[in-house]
């Protein structure tokens, strides 16, 4: 039989016209998306959505869908993170604008801060992408990883302020009002505590260093995942100094990389298991934190570090805590993206912090800070791509900001060096900033 004669009495239709089935909004196709997306909006303009975790996940996965596909789309933005920026930023302006109800934002509420989905995501990141690392490559990764974050401050903190001082910036103003919001590890573990510092020590309204301080981390973590996206682009063109997510050069790559890419059957079971020992780890992190001192999440990636070291967890049981990871970040990321840009990206905050000084010098810090984690990196054996993303996340706003930052470069196994990089990091610089501001009084 002619093959191509069969081929060519197929209709029209079928073979030369794309069919609507056939074009995804993520892995939806696009009718049954526009039903689903019709029904959440419809529900939200009549207020009928429900404000609790079924309609808070139906607006954020709505809009996650659609910003992350369309951001993955569209020449040279999605080189460098596309689909993260619009995530993050396209429903912050929405909300500005009040183009976005209500409705959609009291769901928003109740998914995010009510039911705390950030923590959940989190966990599971941290859980299963410990749980499901080489030991080797883990030890070796955190033993390692605080130099670049020590020189990365440093270089942040002479570079911003050498930028500083061109644009009339006095280092005092730089240092304390600038630099130290966008690696003190977010607005809630490093802006709100360092203004309430900051108002007992300089007597003035803590709300007008909130609204002085906001701009500086958002405008930082904006730069910091534009240069992880570009920074992944130099990774896939130039292979010897991309890690593909491992951080530490150990002699073994090659069967640690295939060991990584090896898929195995995803088991609905362990999964479930994966889930519960990801929330384990959170509640005893939150548990021990009163009665040590130490802040819950780092306690939390210390626990679940030392049940991969001492190997108590099972094998199995490792494995269902990472691929509970790998589903939340497949499905979850962009969803979650967009409720923190609605809920913790005030854009008229951004916008008016867009004077040419004031960006350069927040700019500037973040491109020190990245390139010298890239450049020492080299010489403590590890990935430079990698290096320099870790570092990276010493200016990302706290959890928000290394979501957005590791999604932007399809990096989301370097999580919990991530968290280890904002939350130690964050916390040693606004203790810091807190013993030097008083020298200047």
Not at 12 to 34: E, H, N, T
Not at 195 to 202: G, N, P, V
Not at 274 to 281: P, Q, T
Not at 359 to 376: D, E, H, K, R, Y
Request: aromatic letters at 10%; proline letters at 5%.
């Amino acid at each position: 039989m002619d093959h191509s004669t069969v081929v060519e009495n197929v209709p029209a239709s079928g073979s030369s016209i794309p069919r609507l089935m056939d074009i995804k909004v993520g892995a939806m196709p696009l009718p049954v998306y526009l039903v689903v997306a019709c029904i959440v909006i419809g529900a939200s303009i009549v207020g009928k959505l429900p404000a609790d975790m079924i309609g808070g996940f139906a607006i954020i996965m709505v809009f996650g869908f659609l910003l992350g596909h369309v951001g993955a789309k569209i020449p040279v933005l999605k080189t460098i993170g596309g689909a993260a920026i619009l995530s993050l930023f396209v429903p912050s302006a929405l909300l500005a604008y009040g183009l976005f109800n209500p409705s959609m934002k009291a769901a928003t509420v109740a998914i995010m801060k009510t039911s705390n989905f950030l923590y959940l995501y989190i966990s599971c990141l941290v859980a299963g992408s410990l749980l499901g690392m080489n030991r080797k490559v883990l030890i070796q990764g955190f033993m390692r990883m605080f130099i670049p974050l020590l020189v990365g401050t440093i270089a942040a903190s002479v570079v911003g302020i050498g930028v500083g001082l061109l644009f009339g910036f006095s280092p005092y103003k730089t240092f304390f009002f600038v630099l130290i919001p966008i690696m003190g590890g977010g607005i809630g573990e490093g802006i709100l505590p360092l203004s309430m510092a900051y108002a007992e020590i300089l007597v003035k309204p803590q709300g007008e260093l909130i609204a002085m301080m906001i701009p500086a981390a958002l405008i930082g973590n904006v730069v910091a995942i534009i240069a992880a996206g570009l920074i992944k682009r130099i990774g896939d063109n130039h292979k010897q100094y991309n890690g593909n997510g491992l951080l530490v050069r150990t002699g073994e790559d090659n069967d640690l990389l295939k060991e990584m890419n090896t898929e195995k059957p995803f088991d609905l079971p362990l999964m479930g298991c994966g889930l519960l020992i990801a929330c384990s780890f959170w509640i005893m992190g939150s548990f021990l934190a009163p009665v040590l001192h130490i802040p819950g999440p780092i306690l939390m990636i210390l626990g679940a570090a030392l049940a991969k070291v001492t190997r108590i967890v099972p094998a199995r049981m490792e494995q269902g805590a990472s691929q509970m990871y790998k589903f939340m970040t497949t499905n979850m990321t962009y969803p979650l993206l967009v409720g923190l840009g609605i809920l913790y990206v005030p854009w008229k905050d951004l916008i008016s912090a867009f004077t040419i000084g004031y960006f350069f010098i927040c700019a500037s810090a973040v491109l020190a800070m990245i390139s010298s984690g890239w450049f020492i990196g080299k010489f403590l054996n590890m990935y430079q791509v990698e290096s320099a993303l870790v570092t990276a996340c010493h200016s990302g706003l706290g959890g928000t900001g290394d979501v957005a930052i590791l999604s932007a470069c399809d990096r989301m196994g370097l999580m919990p060096f991530a968290q280890i990089s904002t939350r130690i990091g964050g916390a040693s610089m606004v203790v810091l900033a807190v013993f030097a501001i008083k020298m200047f009084i």
